[in-house]
């Protein structure tokens, strides 16, 4: 069994959802929003999203880390905001020794919903579902357990790609 942590970052709200797989069976362990204030300086708002991905990380004890990647955004400031967001997430995780990958929307959405172009209620709704939850999670967190839920279903064929570039066999039984 394994315990993935999803982030969705974000300068205002930084989703988190934590997983458990065993085999293809999928558990719901926890999710949550990391809320700043937007009238704060960047900085401030930085250092809460650090520190509570750091908390996220000594309560629940996630074995790896699912990432989402930057989208192009049209707003040229709020792609800096977030990309600051994504890095201090990226941190957390790296400074609490959590192997991470990134993935993108289209992959997260792929995974969960069977089509990369999903809409967010499609993946919320489908979130609920996968993981049996009695209602909708919020957006964030719902878009983190999303990446959570990819993760956890695309780490064996990661492990076999990176596997095959270093040259060593694996076998993969179920």
């Known amino acids: 069994m394994i315990r993935v942590l999803g982030v969705d970052p974000g300068s205002r709200f930084t989703g988190w959802g934590i997983v458990e797989m065993d085999k293809n069976r ?14 704060d300086p960047l900085p ?17 004890s996630p074995q790896e880390a ?17 990309g600051h967001a994504r890095g201090v997430a990226l941190l957390a995780l790296e400074e609490s020794s959590v192997p991470i990958t990134e993935y993108t929307a289209l992959q997260v959405k792929s995974a969960v919903v069977g089509y ?18 009695p209602e909708v999670p919020p957006e964030d967190g719902a878009d983190a357990l999303a990446v959570a839920i990819c993760h956890g279903r ?21």
């Open 116 to 133: 990369g172009k999903a809409a967010k209620e499609q993946v919320q709704e489908m979130v609920k579902r996968l993981l049996s939850l």
């Open 44 to 60: 401030a708002r930085l250092s809460v999203i650090h520190k509570g991905l750091l908390g996220v990380v000594a309560e629940f």
């Open 26 to 39: 999928l558990r719901h362990v926890a999710h949550g929003v990391i809320s700043t204030k937007s009238g």
């Open 66 to 82: 699912g990432v989402e990647q930057i989208f192009s955004a049209k707003n040229t400031l709020s792609a800096l905001k977030l």
């Open 154 to 174: 695309t780490r064996s064929t990661n492990a076999a790609i990176l596997a095959s570039r270093a040259g060593v066999k694996m076998e993969f039984r179920r």
